[in-house]
């Protein structure tokens, strides 16, 4: 079984700032903003790849949500982990871990970064790197 779809609580007041910062951030991903409803605090928002695949949702609140979340998105390549970083950095956000290997698995490339609400953002790409020429003009693997 899979987890169809997730969402954050974002304070009203603050949720303009926070859909900006995902709309950039999640862009390297092919996220797009495909659906927005209005509710009493403001607005719900739905992410994903296309208007039948949102799987990423923000839902504005009256107050400060008393939780921080952890969420991790998978990237394609290391190239969109990378460009992930660079986006939401741009946007606003705050490093909480360049892109690079981790302990957690020998294929494990991730890079970190805190949302304008402190959530800590994960995007994470299992595989081997592309093979790069070695100085003989045959191919390795890149870490």
């Not at 990423?56 to 990237?75: G, S």
């Not at 690079?100 to 991730?110: I, Q, S, T």
């Not at 402190?118 to 592309?130: F, L, P, Q, S």
Request: with cysteine; hydrophobic share 40%; charged share 20%.
């Amino acid at each position: 079984m899979t987890i169809d779809h997730c969402g954050v609580y974002v304070p009203s007041a603050k949720a303009n700032q926070v859909n900006a910062w995902y709309a950039e951030a999640l862009k390297p991903l092919g996220y797009g903003r495909h659906h927005s409803e209005p509710i009493p605090a403001g607005e719900v928002v739905g992410y994903g790849e296309s208007i039948q695949a949102m799987d990423f949702w923000t839902i504005a609140i009256d107050d400060e949500p008393n939780v921080k979340l952890h969420i991790a998105f998978r990237a394609k390549d290391r190239a969109a982990v990378d460009a992930f970083h660079a986006a939401a950095i741009k946007a606003g956000g705050t490093d909480n871990g360049a892109p690079g290997m981790r302990p957690y698995a020998p294929d494990y490339y991730a890079a970190f970064v805190h949302d304008p609400i402190g959530n800590n953002i994960e995007v994470v790409c299992r595989g081997a790197a592309a093979p790069a020429p070695s100085a003989d003009g045959s191919a390795g693997v890149r870490q």
